[in-house]
């Protein structure tokens, strides 16, 4: 993206919106919940939030060019899980992640994130894939509203139904869960994403 007023490339999104809508719904999870199922089905609560703070140092890393132990490993080398300073590292991190790929050049050249090489611009918005769509999650799993900032929403959804006839792509996403024409632009992305929209904690 290239600023009209001064000609220079700028970021192709600013993730900032939407880690701010993670750390929030983060901040509304409970002691409680933290066991409970989430639409991932491996995953607890607390894996969850594990996870999301694992891919958030990784990818805060891969925009910085900061390649090493953070990038290298994969998210399937073990269950994820919550540390005990997860409630002021998850904020922090976010934040952090959002600074990094501020930065044009966090999406130009080549990175690194999961143990796998991309370009610059692709592992931005496997970044905001990954963002958006586990807000959904944490969001469903433990009974919160979720309003993703609609430019990431957009991105991520366009990421992914560009590569809905990869044959890949079940191996990462699962199979595409199909939704009704008037499905909104969140519920496309979650069934491009391989879950039920509907999905909810059985009570």
Do not use: N
Request: overall charge negative; proline content about 9%; glycine content about 12%.
């Amino acid at each position: 993206m290239t600023d009209s007023t001064t000609g220079t490339a700028g970021p192709v999104l600013d993730l900032g919106p939407q880690t701010e809508v993670l750390a929030r719904l983060a901040a509304g999870v409970t002691d409680e919940q933290l066991a409970g199922p989430t639409p991932c089905p491996d995953y607890a609560v607390r894996h969850l939030l594990g996870h999301l703070l694992g891919l958030t140092v990784a990818f805060r890393d891969a925009g910085r060019k900061d390649l090493g132990a953070t990038t290298d490993t994969s998210p399937d080398s073990a269950l994820p899980d919550v540390t005990p300073g997860w409630r002021g590292e998850l904020p922090k991190a976010l934040a952090e992640l959002a600074d990094a790929w501020r930065d044009p050049a966090a999406w130009t050249g080549a990175t690194r994130a999961g143990g796998v090489d991309l370009p610059g611009d692709v592992a931005g918005l496997v970044a905001t894939d990954e963002l958006v769509v586990h807000g959904w999650d944490l969001a469903r799993a433990t009974g919160q509203e979720y309003t993703p900032d609609p430019d990431a929403l957009r991105a991520c959804h366009d990421f992914l139904a560009a590569g809905v006839d990869d044959p890949t792509r079940d191996a990462i996403f699962g199979p595409v869960v199909p939704v009704g024409p008037q499905a909104s632009l969140l519920d496309r992305a979650v069934g491009l994403s391989g879950r039920e929209p509907g999905w909810r904690p059985r009570s």
